[in-house]
């Protein structure tokens, strides 16, 4: 499955949105569903979307569709001092999830 399987109206529904202390990129499930895996528990997720933490998901989804160079074409919501994403299901972290920068002992 590649990037351009899906339609542009389809991408222009990703957006950055951020609040006082952290960001997320908006992507719709649908998106999400083949890089489930590469996903952590400190995403979020409801009915219609994917709401993937700033450090790492955001990332690596954008790097498993080849959109790293996107980055800036999506457009920015300013949620204010407190996300309601924040408030939002976790997502279903995976059991084969690992951290990209796991610490070696």
């Known amino acids: 499955m590649t990037a351009e399987q899906f339609d542009e109206a389809t991408w222009r529904l990703v957006e950055w949105h951020t609040d006082a202390g952290h960001g997320w ?7 999400v569903e083949p890089a489930r895996d590469k996903i952590s528990g400190y995403s979020y997720k409801d009915n219609e979307f994917a709401y993937l933490e700033e450090d790492c998901d955001a990332w690596a989804f954008l790097d498993y569709w080849g959109m790293r160079s996107m980055v800036d074409a999506f457009d920015e919501v300013d949620d204010g ?21 796991e610490r070696r002992v």
Not at 25 to 31: A, K, N, S, T
């Open 25 to 31: 990129l908006r992507v719709p499930l649908e998106l």
């Open 81 to 101: 001092r407190d996300s309601p994403i924040r408030h939002k299901q976790p997502w279903p972290q995976s059991a084969s999830w690992r951290p990209p920068f």
